[in-house]
């Protein structure tokens, strides 16, 4: 069983700074980027960051220069530093991993290498 698990987030002022973190966790093989997305009631979730095994980062427009993410490979986790935050940043914030995940079924080693998600934390920035 593989788990995404976030924890962070919560209030904020516009302005201010939150911090989330997500650790993955489990059967895991190999993790290859790893990402956070958000997601309003009745919207679409969309893209914030991600960053490669490398530790390449990429930003949407909406958050370049105003948030950081980074891992740590050896502990499985990924960060997302936020600042300058705007009461649109607000929204459920998901953490994701492209994961090889492994299965030992009778000695027999399994992979499956399959997206990931975790539970998903609120954000809320206030002006």
């Known amino acids: 069983q593989v788990q995404l698990v976030e924890s962070g987030g919560g209030l904020g002022q516009a302005g201010g700074s939150l911090r989330l973190s997500c650790a993955a966790s489990?059967?895991?093989?190999?993790?290859?980027?790893m990402g956070w997305y958000r997601q309003a009631p009745g919207k679409q979730r969309e893209l914030v960051a991600t960053i490669t095994s490398d530790c390449t980062p990429y930003y949407t427009d909406a958050v370049k220069g105003r948030f950081t993410t980074s891992r740590d490979n050896a502990k499985n986790t990924v960060i997302l530093q936020m600042t300058s935050l705007k009461p649109e940043d607000t929204d459920v914030y998901y953490c994701?991993?492209?994961?090889?995940?492994?299965?030992?079924?009778?000695?027999?080693?399994?992979?499956?290498?399959?997206?990931?998600w975790g539970q998903g934390t609120q954000v809320t920035v206030s002006s």
């Open positions: 489990g059967s895991i093989l190999s993790i290859d980027d």
């Open positions: 994701n991993a492209d994961l090889t995940a492994y299965q030992d079924v009778d000695d027999v080693f399994h992979f499956n290498r399959s997206q990931y």
